[in-house]
């Protein structure tokens, strides 16, 4: 099983700054990488899929990076509504199908 | 537009059985496969496992196995998720998803139904 690990597990950054979350795979898990947003009481979201494209609709400021085990997922300019809890998964080497266990982002 | 439209919440007692609903509106193509996803209060994502619509073929999660049955319906659209012999620890939000592509499983999961909760509880 592919261990997903995710870091740190809470960011709180100002409104405007830059946020960058990371999520390392315990094997290469090549580019079959996503990342998903969880805002309370909603269900997750889909943000970037082959670890840097953009799903329809996620605004620009969402950025994905890396390949094989080591990824990142950037937020530029952050704002209010960014705030919620962000899951890395890998879906390379299944089952099963692994997620990362969050980093909850706090907008000061 | 395509949504997921899961069935409503649950509360079982410990040792019965749950079936979860989801069903597709929009886009009915059987070609997606489908996953269940869960999550216990406070927790994170567990995948659950994969259905494939078209064929009817699944894979589990092996802590589910045995427990788990997925099934689909295409006259309707719809896939089942039934979860036998609850505990307490099974006591979740079952959220159904949808791969972004039509006959690729090693896809993410670009589309989700809005979550059933299931509580289970003497």
């Known amino acids: 099983e592919v261990v997903m690990t995710q870091s740190p597990a809470t960011l709180s950054v100002s409104p405007g700054e830059r946020a960058t979350l990371s999520c390392r795979a315990s094997q290469s898990v090549s580019n079959n990488l996503a990342w998903y947003q969880q805002k309370p009481g909603q269900a997750p979201r889909l943000l970037i899929y082959?670890?840097?494209t953009r799903a329809t609709g996620i605004p620009a400021r969402f950025s994905g990076g890396g390949s094989g085990t080591d990824f990142s997922l950037t937020i530029s300019s952050l704002q209010s509504e960014d705030s919620a809890v962000y899951y890395c998964q890998q879906y390379n080497n299944w089952p099963p199908y692994t997620f990362g266990q969050g980093t909850k982002l706090e907008i000061k | 537009q395509v949504q997921l439209v899961q069935s409503g919440a649950e509360v079982k007692e410990p040792g019965a059985s749950v079936k979860v609903s989801c069903k597709a509106s929009?886009?009915?193509?059987?070609?997606?496969?489908m996953h269940w996803v869960r999550q216990a209060p406070g927790q994170g994502l567990e995948w659950m496992g994969i259905i494939n619509p078209s064929g009817g073929s699944t894979t589990y999660a092996q802590k589910l196995q045995g427990r788990v049955t997925m099934t689909r319906d295409t006259s309707t659209s719809t896939v089942y998720m039934e979860l036998r012999s609850l505990r307490s620890e099974d006591t979740a939000v079952y959220y159904c998803a949808r791969v972004r592509s039509p006959n690729n499983a090693r896809d993410a999961f670009g589309l989700w139904g809005q979550g059933t909760m299931v509580t289970v509880s003497s």
């Open positions: 929009g886009d009915t193509s059987t070609s997606y496969y």
């Open positions: 082959g670890a840097s």
